[in-house]
């Protein structure tokens, strides 16, 4: 079936109308000999019924949720009030488009302000924009932004960014004579201070650096960004597990001139990897070159309080090759399910959640390095992930947890050779003590 | 009417909207000593439950929207979002997957990646898929990043790409983004690629040339063989920016133009709601000689089962995390299955019909500077209204009054005073002619009483928004003190 409104009559009438006879003479534009002459090899068209059987079977085949999983590294499992998935699948959230005509648009622009004014409440920064693809793109565009900001040619990355987020970025820069070089960490799990020190020089246009990092160790932001700032460099601060921002100290508050990340955390389920939530503030100085969508308050002719997209000769449509980024379609209704988020847990919720994560982390680190030649490979304190070393395959490992139906950790090798012994492991405030606890039970076996 | 307050303004130390369960395991008192500890968050908003429903509530009766009512942006195509794909694009299957399980785990979600990518390789004729890019734009800068990558495995990297006038804003701002310098390419009379212009600027300094087809008046590039082969005799790659698909799809195929690379918008073509801005999600499709270079990782099937491979040297890599807007994806394939071969060629022969019967019923009223014909959207402009004074924004702020979401405005560049409006295919005989008399409605009153257009909209919970003033001096966020 498809979904049509019109009856034959009205086809008919409207075909009169126009002055042909048939559909088929709307598209004598067209050349013939690029016109196909039969019909597409697609599945025949489903039934309502059985397109939700079809796709039943489809998620059934996932057998991923009947697990119990300690994987984070980037995407994670939090409590989403009921509130967040009620409002923000109404038609008039889900189906507007942009809001280029604000005046019928007042709903999705106010909610985008409310957004930025938490973004920046939350980093700590001044400007917010209306939100990016995800944190790894998110954090491309910092790049570029720090490179348009000095004109700098090097990028100084922590080897302990997000490995996905450092492909990324490398994608995004290969053709524009940006450079990236990496740096080192050390066993704290954190940037390596000296290593830091050996890359810094004059040609060095922002150091970046993600904290809670990879390894989940919470990085010396202060120290980092001092040490760029006195190497005219700019400092960038990645997010990837925003939870971390209800209780740590916001990465503007140390001076952190672009603050980037990924917001999946705040009222996003994993969903198999998007669509999640990428977000990005700076200093007010820096606001011609923000990429993205921006919000912005004004009046009306009657003199009302209104909401427009504002500031849009940095933008694609008015600049064209000039603008900051390409961006046009951004994440807004994810955005305004995390603004929904943040306004449902408040500042002492946000700080509950976010004090039960590194509680139960820290919980299960001590139940897990009880285990019989099981390591904390970093000695930094974390927020909800750690670096587990194992003494014998970590392949084995998995696969013991798997038969007792547990995923996790998420085994390095593949993305740092030499943690080829190691499995990143993450836990949230919706593991519980039993959960932990059958980890460990499970883990002692496994080793056995 | 009442503005609704910003939540910051209703907020009270102390209120609660969340109940998180006790922390279940021993607490450790001194567990955040030695971390960099935030005092608290400043001014974060604090409400009860009852009065967050009914902020976003009533914030969400301020917007028009799909479900609402016709809403003929030009080339943005606002179907109708059928209710059934968020239904299964829920399941539990889809929504708890984490991205990084292992694969036998999750089968199910590497064979939906895969369906899709088959479909529209069906569809638009081309021979692999990436579902990665996020969004159109992202689809665009894929597509030039593996133009790039060819040209450069080829030993011959190149540095221009050619773009027509009437291209929308992304296509220039993504070339510049994969390092290329973008020249124009003049329209003819007809509004399509002149053709001694691109054979003039086709040199082998060009690595491709970005086409919209149909076009942004909704004009098929009846020359797109001729194109593709002045393109190609100079070693250049066409590149097919996609947004318009909805006019083709079942009726012809990119791939059997000439084109080498795609991107389609799954939130255009395959109905996947636009959430006031996103997400989108925009793959992109190449002939075989690209397939080397596409996004890691690629879905394959080993030994009767799917798998993620990430084995691919030649790959210009990652263009975001994981495996691109997965969720999109599920209502994408589920809008797919829904319509089967037949119904998919119905959705473009219905959204050329509505736009040919719009652009018919009002070509006496409102002026066409193109009179080529279009296929899923036509552009009018505000030239006949000019001599009242009424401008094409006069024209969309009382459309509001008259109940529809207005046109595309000002684009493309090549028609001044644009008003673009594609009607897509979901909309009824009866939606049609009510936009259709409201716009003839509005052409006499820019002859009788044009002041009515100038103050309009009358009836909106806004009424028309300085917007100067807000870049000139930008409040982008709520602060205490203001």
Redesign the interface.
């Known amino acids: 079936?498809?979904?049509?409104?019109?009856?034959d009559q009205?086809?008919k009438?409207?075909?009169d109308?126009?002055?042909?006879s048939s559909?088929d003479e709307?598209?004598?534009?067209?050349?013939d000999?690029?016109?196909?002459t039969r019909?597409?090899?697609?599945?025949?068209?489903?039934t309502?019924p059985e397109?939700?059987r079809?796709?039943?079977?489809?998620?059934?085949?996932?057998?991923?949720?009947d697990?119990l999983?300690f994987?984070g590294?980037?995407?994670y499992?939090h409590?989403i009030?009921s509130?967040v998935d009620?409002?923000s699948?109404?038609?008039?959230?889900?189906?507007?488009?942009?809001?280029?005509?604000?005046?019928?648009?007042?709903?999705?622009l106010?909610?985008i302000?409310?957004y930025?004014?938490?973004i920046?409440?939350?980093t700590g920064m001044d400007?917010?924009n209306?939100?990016l693809?995800?944190?790894?793109?998110a954090a491309a565009e910092a790049v570029?932004m720090a490179n348009r900001l000095n004109g700098k040619p090097k990028i100084l990355a922590a080897r302990s960014l997000?490995p996905?987020?450092r492909?990324?970025i490398?994608?995004?820069v290969?053709?524009?004579?940006v450079r990236i070089e990496e740096v080192a960490f050390g066993d704290c799990g954190g940037v390596k201070t000296d290593d830091l020190l050996k890359h810094l020089d004059k040609d060095t246009s922002a150091v970046l650096v993600q904290s809670p990092n990879f390894f989940g160790a919470?990085e010396e932001?202060?120290k980092f960004c001092d040490l760029a700032h006195g190497h005219q460099a700019l400092f960038i601060v990645a997010v990837a597990e925003a939870a971390s921002l209800?209780?740590?100290?916001?990465p503007g508050?140390?001076g952190a001139d672009i603050v980037c990340g990924?917001a999946q955390s705040f009222g996003l389920?994993?969903?198999?990897?998007?669509?999640?939530l990428g977000f990005m503030a700076c200093k007010k100085e820096h606001?011609r070159q923000l990429p993205g969508?921006?919000?912005?308050?004004?009046?009306?002719?009657?003199g009302?309080?209104?909401?427009?997209l504002?500031?849009?000769?940095r933008?694609?449509?008015?600049?064209?090759?000039?603008?900051t980024?390409?961006?046009?379609?951004?994440?807004?209704?994810?955005a305004?399910r995390a603004t929904?988020f943040?306004?449902?847990?408040?500042?002492?919720?946000?700080?509950?959640?976010a004090?039960?994560n590194?509680?139960?982390a820290?919980?299960a680190l001590g139940r897990l390095t009880a285990v019989r030649g099981v390591k904390a490979r970093f000695s930094g304190?974390v927020f909800n992930e750690f670096v587990l070393q194992f003494p014998r395959d970590v392949r084995s490992v998995?696969a013991g947890l798997?038969a007792k139906g547990i995923?996790g950790g998420?085994g390095l090798k593949?993305f740092y050779l030499e943690l080829a012994d190691c499995a990143l492991f993450c836990v949230t405030?919706v593991h519980?003590?039993a959960e932990?606890d059958r980890l460990a039970a499970a883990l002692v076996e496994v080793l056995r | 009417m009442n503005r609704e307050p910003l939540i910051f303004e209703v907020s009270a130390k102390g209120k609660k909207a969340y109940r998180l369960p006790k922390l279940d395991v021993p607490a450790k008192p001194d567990v955040l000593e030695g971390l960099p500890v935030r005092a608290g968050i400043p001014d974060f908003p604090e409400v009860s439950e009852v009065e967050l429903v009914r902020h976003f509530t009533r914030l969400s009766q301020q917007n028009y929207c799909v479900d609402i009512g016709f809403y003929p942006l030009g080339s943005c195509t606002m179907k109708y979002n059928p209710k059934v794909n968020e239904r299964v694009a829920g399941l539990p299957g889809f929504v708890g997957a984490h991205p990084l399980a292992p694969a036998d785990l999750v089968q199910g979600n590497l064979e939906v990646l895969k369906l899709l990518e088959d479909a529209l390789c069906e569809i638009a004729g081309m021979e692999a898929f990436t579902l990665q890019p996020s969004a159109g734009a992202q689809g665009e800068l894929t597509g030039m990043m593996l133009v790039h990558a060819s040209h450069e495995a080829a030993g011959r990297p190149r540095k221009v790409v050619l773009i027509p006038d009437s291209a929308h804003g992304t296509n220039p701002s993504s070339a510049h983004l994969c390092g290329y310098t973008v020249q124009e390419v003049k329209s003819n009379e007809n509004g399509t690629v002149d053709l001694e212009d691109l054979a003039k600027r086709m040199t082998e300094d060009v690595a491709a040339l970005m086409v919209t087809n149909p076009n942004t008046l909704g004009v098929f590039e009846y020359d797109i063989r001729k194109i593709a082969d002045i393109v190609h005799a100079k070693g250049g790659f066409l590149y097919m920016d996609g947004a318009n698909m909805n006019a083709l799809t079942g009726i012809c195929r990119p791939g059997d133009m000439g084109v080498d690379v795609i991107h389609i918008n799954l939130h255009k073509t395959f109905s996947t709601p636009h959430g006031g801005g996103g997400p989108g999600s925009g793959p992109v499709g190449v002939k075989k000689v690209f397939e080397p270079f596409l996004p890691v990782p690629r879905v394959a099937r080993r030994d009767g089962a799917f798998v993620l491979d990430f084995d691919r040297p030649k790959s210009i890599g990652r263009v975001r995390s994981f495996y691109g807007n997965f969720l999109v994806i599920v209502k994408a394939l589920a809008y797919i299955l829904t319509l089967g071969p037949d119904g998919v060629r119905e959705m473009a022969e219905t959204a050329v019909l509505n736009a040919n019967y719009i652009r018919k019923s009002l070509d006496k009223d409102y002026y066409l500077k193109y009179t080529t014909p279009t296929l899923h959207e036509c552009v009018f402009s505000d030239k006949i209204q000019k001599e009242n004074g009424i401008s094409n924004l006069d024209i969309a702020k009382r459309l509001i009054d008259l109940g529809v979401h207005p046109p595309t405005m000002s684009f493309p560049l090549i028609v001044h005073g644009a008003l673009m409006i594609e009607p897509t295919e979901t909309e009824s005989r009866r939606d049609l002619d009510q936009f259709i008399e409201a716009m003839k409605q509005i052409a006499r009153e820019a002859k009788e009483s044009p002041e009515v257009l100038k103050s309009a909209p009358h009836d909106s919970y806004v009424r028309r928004l300085d917007e100067t003033a807000a870049a000139r001096n930008p409040i982008v966020k709520w602060e205490k003190n203001r």
């Open positions: 079936m498809s979904y049509i409104a019109l009856s009205d086809k009438e409207m075909l109308r126009i002055g042909v559909v709307l598209f004598g534009c067209l050349p000999e690029i016109k196909l019909k597409l090899v697609l599945r025949e068209a489903m309502e397109l939700i079809c796709f039943e079977e489809l998620s059934a085949k996932n057998g991923y949720i697990h999983s994987l590294a980037g995407n499992r409590f009030p509130v009620s409002l699948s109404r038609g008039e959230f889900l189906t507007p488009y942009t809001p280029y005509q604000p005046e019928v648009s007042q709903g999705t106010q909610a302000f409310e930025q004014t938490l920046c409440q939350l400007i917010s209306a939100s693809y995800d944190g790894a793109t570029l997000h996905q987020y492909e990324t490398r994608t995004y290969k053709n524009l004579g919470v932001l202060k209800g209780v740590l100290e916001a508050a140390v990924e389920a994993p969903s198999f990897g998007g669509p999640h606001l969508r921006i919000a912005g308050q004004t009046k009306d002719v009657d009302r309080r209104g909401f427009v504002t500031l849009s000769t933008e694609q449509h008015i600049r064209r090759e000039k603008a980024s390409n961006i046009c379609t951004n994440q807004a209704w994810c305004l929904m943040l306004e449902t847990l408040g500042p002492d919720g946000l700080r509950d959640m004090v039960q590194i509680q139960k820290d919980y304190r998995e798997r995923v998420l593949e405030e519980t003590k932990v």
